[in-house]
């Protein structure tokens, strides 16, 4: 079965730089599209970046030009580096993977419905 579990969040300064990581497996399909969604409490679910297995990148507005999403194949492990950090980028960081292409024609990339497999999170907090 599909298994995403993530690592390398913490605590930085603004400005600062932080990479997190979502190591893969049970992952037998061709095309697929992963990518990193984050949480704060009270907050909807957002979208931050995704990357699909033709190499496309999705960025959300808020964190283009920041962030980069990336992927060793080798590792089986996807990615994020996150630079400039602001205390609004302050979230729990949760990586998800879909193998359903038509769910993302129908829906986008940004919507949670869109995936199906979920790591457990990883807290990513930014102090002032």
Do not use: H
Request: hydrophobic share 30%.
């Amino acid at each position: 079965q599909v298994e995403l579990v993530e690592s390398g969040g913490g605590s930085v300064q603004a400005g600062g730089s932080l990479r997190v990581s979502c190591a893969a497996s049970g992952y037998t399909y061709r095309r697929y599209c992963m990518g990193w969604f984050r949480q704060a409490p009270g907050k909807e679910r957002e979208g931050v970046a995704f990357r699909d297995s033709d190499g496309s990148t999705t960025y959300a507005d808020s964190v283009k030009g920041r962030f980069t999403i990336s992927q060793d194949n080798a590792k089986n492990t996807l990615y994020l580096q996150l630079n400039s950090l602001k205390p609004e980028d302050t979230a729990m960081y949760y990586c998800a993977a879909t193998f359903r292409m038509t769910a993302i024609q129908a829906l986008g990339v940004t919507d949670p419905n869109s995936f199906d497999y979920w790591g457990q999170g990883t807290q990513v907090t930014v102090s002032s």
